[in-house]
């Protein structure tokens, strides 16, 4: 019998999904699935720009992990839109959350080896003559690093906000049932 109710249950609670995001919460889904677009080019961006700062460098390692970085980015776009489409769009947002959170803290790796990069490099004086090409490389990848992260920060607080608010079933619509008012 339990089996049976668990049934019954999971088609009862798919049956109170919409099939679409609901209007009052429409535009922030659809602006936080543009934003981790955004987030998510970024990322492949600042992944390509480690490959060939690595690849200058020498770093075998570091490149192996950068082009790692590469492709799970890939696949942190493409997945979920294979995956979840149309009625899925709250799994999607769900799945969007999920790995938003994980890059939060995967990112205080590359935060931390920034700061101490320039800490190091400032200490061997690579910033009080002209700089080498690794130099300004290493600077713009940082910068960059930083400016990810908080944007990693900011898109995953929103997408969790929302995810909340859908949790909760506060869609900001109000329902108005006829017969309810009187004078």
């Known amino acids: 019998m339990a ?20 209007g009052s919460v429409r535009e922030d889904y659809l602006a936080v699935s543009r934003a981790y677009v955004r987030w998510c080019l970024g990322m492949l961006l600042w992944a390509l720009l480690c490959v060939a700062y690595f690849v200058m460098t020498g770093n075998g390692v570091m490149i192996a992990i950068s082009l790692s970085l590469g492709v799970l980015t890939v696949l942190m776009i493409i997945l979920p839109a294979i ?6 769009w709250h799994k999607r947002l769900g799945w969007i959350t999920i790995l938003l959170s994980m890059s939060c803290v995967l990112f205080l ?3 931390i080896g920034f700061v101490w990069g320039v800490v190091g490099r400032a200490r061997l004086g690579s910033y009080s003559h002209r700089p080498y090409l690794t130099d300004v490389v290493h600077l713009v990848l940082g910068v960059l690093a930083l ?19 859908l949790a909760k079933g506060e869609y900001g619509e109000v329902e108005i049932k006829v017969g309810t008012l009187r004078k």
């Open 83 to 88: 995956i979840f489409g149309g009625e899925t």
């Open 109 to 111: 790796y590359p935060a």
């Open 147 to 165: 400016g990810l992260y908080a944007m990693t920060v900011h898109l995953a607080r929103k997408a969790g906000r929302l995810v909340n608010r």
């Open 3 to 22: 089996g049976k109710e668990k049934k019954a249950a999971v088609v009862q609670e798919q049956a109170e999904i919409p099939k679409a995001p609901p």
